[in-house]
């Protein structure tokens, strides 16, 4: 995520379905007020400061690589206020932390990666004894109608040359593959599954201003001059595909990867 040029500020006003289901998932952490928790990919900060509300007698820290985002968490939950919460820039997939954790939170942020395995060595790593991990990401099938409408826009003329050898830039990975990856991983696996969702946004330009804000490996790779013309050229195709409803509000059908799992001893780890 850190390869982007994040607007900090632009996300955390367009994020708000993203949002909406951190808080859902996080109350699955079913949290007593003593834990201490990773936020791991925390973004703008928000949901790693409702933690730390819910936390009396525990803590929070939360990492994310992009600093634009970590500096505007410090920004809005400063130390002084929150003085249970923490903020550091750290990449996902090579964490540094040594069974500091009860707990590990992340929404919206493992799809952006492609190293899973090296992602889960970390978490584990950073949990203690009996801790346990919920994680919420894009799974097998998500924004499908979206993929196919860029997939469309980037192949025409216009766009085509600033497209040469992409690739897909997001990892949307099946139960199958995370139930693999956290048993060699060494943890014990509660649940992985697939959940449909539909994320609603404002008529077009609510729509342009989710993409605006979450699709940066595509607009990023035009110069800034070119970015809004392609981002409302992928409006209007996604319109004629998926039109607004008769409220006038868009809707991206979306598939979130939700797992919950508990760490084992490292006796009983698989290493094939």
């Known amino acids: ?79 002084e206020r929150h003085p249970n919460l923490s903020f550091q820039i750290m990449d996902a997939q090579t964490l540094s932390f040594d069974a500091r954790f009860d707990r590990v939170f992340s929404n919206a942020v493992l799809h952006w990666l492609k190293d899973h395995p090296a992602v889960l060595a970390g978490l584990h790593r950073s949990l203690r004894p009996g801790g ?27 766009w085509s040359e600033y497209f040469q050898d992409f690739e897909f830039p997001y990892t949307f990975p099946s139960p199958a593959d995370y139930r693999h990856w956290l048993q060699a991983a060494g943890f014990s696996v509660r649940r992985a599954e697939l959940l449909p969702k539909d994320a609603t946004h404002d008529g077009s330009a609510g729509l342009a201003a989710w993409i605006r804000t979450t699709w940066l490996p595509y607009s990023q790779r035009l110069p800034e001059s070119r970015r809004e013309a392609f981002i409302q050229n992928v409006v209007e195709a996604y319109l004629l595909r998926i039109p607004l409803d008769d409220s006038g509000l868009a809707h991206v059908a979306m598939v979130l990867l939700e797992v919950e799992a508990d760490k084992l001893g490292d006796e009983r780890m698989d290493t094939t």
Not at 132 to 150: F, I, Y
Request: hydrophobic share 45%; glycine share 10%; net charge negative.
């Open 132 to 158: 346990k991990l919920l994680l919420g990401m894009g799974g097998q099938g998500d924004v499908a109608d979206m993929r196919a409408t860029l997939e469309s826009v980037i192949a025409a003329a216009e």
């Open 1 to 79: 995520m850190s390869a982007y040029a994040w607007d900090a500020e632009d996300y955390a006003r367009h994020s708000t379905a993203q949002k909406r289901w951190a808080g859902e998932l996080s109350e699955r952490l079913a949290l007593r007020g003593d834990e201490r928790v990773l936020d791991l990919g925390c973004g703008d900060g928000l949901i790693a400061a409702q933690l730390a509300t819910a936390l009396p007698c525990g803590s929070v820290v939360g990492v994310d690589s992009s600093a634009a985002m970590i500096a505007l968490a410090r920004r809005r939950y400063p130390a």
